[in-house]
């Protein structure tokens, strides 16, 4: 979390989501799902722009960017128009880009938006600007890295995907509100069924932070959402030490180094207005009725929001559960369907809102990735409900299940992690743990304190095994013997 | 017949399409914007100040298609006319 004390940083962002459940691309009927696949295996004469070809519009496209513009709250435009933005550079083989404008008689899919975010300052508003379609360019493949590299090579499977570009207001105000927003965005375009942020690069973000009113820079190049943090933090470190130092922060655009985790200048010499935007002349304006607009909202799924209370009424959660497994497509349906397995919820949700995400956290992987199931997690709290293991130690071997997927109870049993419950076992235990620690017995007649000692050195001697409630017991009876012998 | 574009212009556009240009190069196409840009200077003698703003001159709308795949084109076929290849990609010079 940065700290605002001394400076106020204003922060304003330009998301790019893939529309990944779409088959084909934006303009031409090649297939969308371009990953781990040969170089240029999904081109055809349009997505490589050659003479000749015309592009059509996937009208599936706009169907699912109606439904984002919808979800944000946006006012939606009767018509659908799109743009070349002229730029000189391998990736977009046309040298031009198929997208949407909002200057010159352009208008975006769609506008003035919102959504509301929860902040440990309460909620929040974020504006959305505009939403609008575009392409996707080329991969562009350096050899070594991009300075030293003498020559690109493109594949062009990438160039033609439908994008939706989702540009905020600058409403943000920390690295950690950007965060939340951005998980927030995730989670409704995750459940809207339009885009799957699981996808390598299918959400990026260019950032725009401005630091005390100074001069806006624009931070490109940053490939997932998780990096937003880290490029903002930086930056925001950046800024803050030239301030210090008396300098002037010059508007630019800069580059985000994801192995140096550094931002670098990026000396853009293009500005707006070269690239020459008019209106595409292949295709022609598509109008959107009340009759389709009423079809999407129809047909609009549930949202993170209603889920959220969903959760509330039919499992009973508290607010606060609801909120953290709806931030998440993935971690909500996670509980859902352990929830038709398992009937104490509550249950679910603590294990999924601790014990999981804390080590989800530590790992820095996402539940999606990550080799828990519901079916394990459940037959885990099985197991501590039916007494085979402590709580303590379902907190240990968790981890274990997250990332191998193995059955909680193979794991235990080959672990010989079952609780200790036999009185005779115990009681082994406990006497050499009073042989060893003669004063502390003594003490223990006398001080509740030195008797917790004496259990958490049983405790310890069978790694956490021992029976709490049955250890405590035989603890307290031995003792009183010890007591009486004395007297 | 007053100048429209300046050379500096020429040269950023140049500079845009990474195109270098001879001095007689850029005298040349200098001479030749500005002449092109006269000669549609006269639509300017037309009255519009009644034509709403239209972008489309042709009355096509409303034309989608299907989200349904189709045949790419197989790979040596895609990269035949490439001046340069790598292997099944595109081979260009670094763009700065």
Avoid at chain 1, 11 to 32: N, P, R, W, Y
């Amino acid at each position: 979390m940065i700290n605002l004390s001394e400076s106020e940083l204003i922060i304003g962002l330009e998301c790019h989501v893939q529309l990944s459940t779409l088959k084909t691309k934006l303009f031409c009927s090649c297939s969308a799902d371009y990953r781990e696949l040969e170089p240029n295996t999904v081109v055809c004469p349009t997505c490589l722009g050659l003479p000749g070809s015309l592009p059509v519009v996937n009208k599936e496209a706009i169907n699912l960017g109606l439904k984002v513009a919808k979800a944000l709250n946006c006012e939606i435009s009767d018509k659908i128009i799109f743009f070349r933005k002229n730029y000189y550079y391998p990736d977009m083989p046309k040298n031009f880009q198929i997208s949407q404008y909002d200057r010159v008689g352009g208008i975006p899919l769609g506008r003035d938006g919102y959504v509301n975010i929860k902040t440990d300052a309460g909620e929040r508003t974020v504006r959305i600007r505009r939403i609008h379609l575009e392409e996707d360019p080329a991969r562009i493949v350096y050899l070594g890295s991009i300075s030293t590299s003498p020559y690109s090579l493109i594949d062009y499977n990438r160039a033609g995907v439908a994008l939706l570009e989702i540009v905020t207001e600058p409403d943000l105000t920390s690295d950690e509100e950007a965060h939340i927003f951005l998980k927030k965005l995730r989670s409704i375009v995750e459940h809207l069924g339009v885009s799957d942020g699981g996808l390598q690069g299918s959400m990026r973000c260019d950032v725009n932070i401005s630091l005390s009113g100074g001069k806006r820079v624009e931070i490109k190049n940053i490939s997932s959402f998780k990096e937003v943090k880290k490029a903002i933090k930086y930056e925001f470190l950046r800024q803050k030490q030239l301030i210090k130092r008396g300098v002037i922060i010059e508007q630019e655009t800069r580059h985000w180094d994801e192995v140096r985790k550094t931002t670098v200048s990026m000396r853009s010499k293009e500005t707006e207005q070269d690239y020459r935007y008019f209106p595409e002349p292949d295709l022609v304006p598509i109008h959107i009725s009340g009759e389709w607009i009423n079809k999407i909202l129809a047909n609009l799924p549930e949202l993170p929001e209603a889920r959220k209370t969903r959760l509330m009424t039919q499992y009973g959660l508290p607010t606060h559960d609801a909120e953290v497994l709806t931030t998440s497509k993935a971690l909500a349906d996670f509980f859902e369907k352990a929830a038709e397995l398992y009937k104490n919820y509550k249950n679910i949700s603590n294990w999924l809102m601790g014990d999981v995400l804390r080590n989800l956290n530590e790992l820095d992987i996402e539940i999606s990735e990550s080799k828990i199931t519901p079916e394990l997690l459940v037959s885990m709290l099985k197991l501590i409900d039916e007494g085979v293991i402590s709580g303590k130690l379902g907190k240990i071997i968790i981890r274990e299940v997250i990332q191998t997927g193995r059955d909680p109870r193979i794991l235990v049993e080959e672990k010989k992690l079952i609780k200790i419950s036999s009185e005779e076992s115990l009681n082994l235990y406990i006497t050499q743990v009073f042989q060893e620690y003669p004063g502390a017995v003594k003490d223990a007649l006398k001080d509740e304190k030195a008797i917790h000692y004496l259990i958490g050195q049983v405790m310890k001697k069978t790694a956490g095994r021992a029976d709490p409630d049955i250890l405590n017991k035989l603890v307290r009876k031995k003792l009183a013997e010890i007591s009486s012998s004395v007297q | 017949m007053s100048e429209l574009i300046s050379r500096d212009v020429v040269l950023h556009v140049a500079w845009l399409a990474r195109l270098f240009l001879t001095d007689e190069q850029i005298e040349a196409m200098t001479k030749q914007f500005n002449e092109i840009l006269s000669y549609f200077r006269k639509l300017d003698r037309v009255d519009t100040s009644n034509v709403p703003l239209e972008l489309y001159v042709t009355p096509l709308k409303d034309i989608t298609r299907e989200d349904i795949v189709e045949a790419s084109l197989n790979p040596d076929e895609a990269l035949k006319n490439a001046p340069k290849r790598e292997g099944k990609y595109f081979k260009a010079p670094k763009m700065m």
